[in-house]
């Protein structure tokens, strides 16, 4: 990585990861790096690999060769509990609560490999974090509305004391009003000291959040920099950003 | 014509329609159900297998019952309207009282058209009901003409009775409602009856209401109707306050236990059975038995979410093993072990069993895993019958002279006494459910719901999706051999017949149509349907009927998935759930009505 970054040791790292399903090769020596504390974001556009990017880093997918490295440790062949009790934690693509099971048992699954007392204050900072969710901890999570099931779904995440946020194309599914208090809130979780990794499809207000990004394009990592610098790409900004402004 | 219309909701009701003013393709499709319903119920030989069951001597037997509730349902729910809001409502009037009639009148016909049919044709061929008997029970034995014109009228009659339906109260709906249920289900319940009246020391009461030859006394009818309104009109609300009440609180805390229903059906279960006669005891024992399994299914297919088409394999297994370990003429191993220890190994093999069939099965999902799991309920069934495996398990010929059930320090249980049986039964229904309800409200309840949900998401969450539906697999599997242990000693035999691919469907009718999830509803599934209209093998308290379970079975299934898919006694939480769509529509269009009207006049406001 060429970023220089204040701590040495990457939280979570991929050393050359090369990815296959069956036949099909997904990610090609697919080299990244998250930092502790950092906000980076991965854009890529359909079918680029994004997704097995997380999967990969979250041990539910096995790469064929390269290492997955965490806390400088090469996690392989951890399951992802593992990953899950060492801070590892995802907010899932389009939220996928557990739609029939309440609010307070989305919340309390979210802490599911906990077993510390500092269970309880955290569902109360979940609370004072989304007054809204704590009216509704007893209602269908799949009764509530899109921007009200993002809320239980970053809290669910919040609830494993992650280190680092894995975040699957947050803004999707959201309406436009929405995405912009959705990028607030992921600034707020950063600010707090948590990592986030987030794959986006929406570059602009991505970038305009994060510290770096990488640009993968049908499994390889094409562009590895800043994100001030990303945004000024012109190659960028023609196939990812449209004319400029959107 | 308006002046009999019903007056019981005053407000904005527009003026009766016009008697003929009516969508008349709608009646002749009603009126052809109808027919279609009434031949297809006489074919299945119900009037004529059923016509010795009386239900009001001499008026009314099962068998006619069976098909004149057809033409009074079709007749009202022909002019039934979903009322929603905004809709115009008419007063009711004649035009109902038309649609009834026409219904019944086509249906009526239908039926005609079969009398004359069966007096003319044979087709016995591939219909093999199609016979004398049931000419001569269409049409009381006076002939086709008779009968013919008989059931045009009658079923018009009955039809105009349902449309009639429409034009009275509710409170008058609701006291016919119950007189005809209360005469129906008490005339069902007769041998039952006999049987606890005795034990009760209530035999007085029984020959007030029944005929010695069978079938409820006129006079007997009569005692039960008032009985009916009496409770409509007294206690009927007082029921319903109760039950909203206990429906609120159960909503505001889901999981908190009535401990006064908790005592009642405790103390129940030990005192009932001592008054029970042996037909009721023998009838509760095979509940207990088919709820000890669907308590086991409920927690595969209700909490985990895999569906399992295969559980009677480990009903099998406990009861093979039970044989094995305790029978003296068990061919290969015989170790006579006494039932109380043989349960220890029962357990063992169902662990082993669940494992052996999970661990392959569990790394499917949804279709796949279904027919998989039906498959290997086959494979135990088979091997049991296989020569390979005939030495131990006795093959076609089964395992025979199992001793009872042996508890140590307490009683040795025999299957001649329904009495000690029910309470084994009893004994280990309690133990699964304590179980069944602690899981619930546990970590790994919990793990299992998610994994239900969302396989991956719950993977996502940290939790070990494999092992957790594993465990899931495997308390069901012990459920169903302690099930399968009691009935090896309950019967004392064995037969592969006896563990047909039939009871794992029988079992997943009681988990669905009681309500999926939820012990309660379990129970009611098994009590239903195994109680009153038996078993697979065991006959409920309606022996006639047996013939035609499965068909009862079947319509009650379809029944259930469409109107009332949250089961007899729901889940609060799902029935609300799976009934949201017609409400969060309203909700949605109205949000949706309302976002327009602010978005116009934000627009317009603006600027300014």
Redesign the interface.
Known sequence: MSEAVASPTPLLEFRGINTHYGAVHILKDVDLAIYPGELVCLLGGNASGKSTTLKTL?G?VTPTTGEVVLDGEVVNDK???YR??RGV??V?ENR?L?????VK?NL???A??RNDDGVESDLERIYEMFPRVKERL?Q?S??LSGGEQQMVAVG?ALM?NPRVLLMDEPSMGLAPALVQTNFELIQQIHEEGVAIFMVEQNANMALSIADRGWVLQTGRVVLDDSAEALLANPELRASYLGDGNR | MSETMNTDEAGVLAPARGAFDQDWRKLVNWGLICALALIFVSLTDMPDKLDKRVIVEPLLSMGYLSLIWIPVALGNFVTREVVLEGMTQHKKGLRELVAGVSVGAIGGAGLALLIWLLDTRDLSDPLVNWNDALLEVLSFGEGVGYGAIFWILASAGLGLAGGAFHLLSAIANRLLLAIALTIVLTASLESALDDISEGFQLEWLFEALFEKKGGLSVQGAIILAVFAIAWVLVLGGQAKRGRAAVTARRELS?TKVNTVGLVLIAVAAVVLPMFLGRLTNDLFTNVGLFLLLALGLNIVVGLAGILDLGYVAFFAVGGYTAAIMTSPSSPGLSPELPWWVAIFVVVFMAIVAGLFIGAPVIRMRGDYLAIVTLGFGEIIRLTVRSDWASGFTGGAQGILSIPGADIVGVATVKGTDPQQVLYLVIGFVAIAIYVSWRLENS?IG??W??VR??E?????????TVNSKLQAFVVGAILASFSGAIFAAKVGSVFESSFKILVSIVILVIVIVGGMGRIAGVAAGALVLVGILGGPNQPGLLAEFSEFKLLIYGALLIWMMLKRPEGLIPNV??S??LH?DEF?QDAWLKAQANDDDDEAASGEVAPA
Do not use: H
């Open positions: 979250l539910m399951p992802t509990s899950v009790e934690t995802m899932p996928r557990f739609k029939r099971l309440t048992e309390e699954l979210g599911y490999l007893n269908k799949g009764t669910r494993a | 889901p970590r919990r793990a719901m998610a949900e969302d991956s998401v719950a993977e996502a969450m940290g939790i070990n939480r799902r609300r759930e949201q969060l």
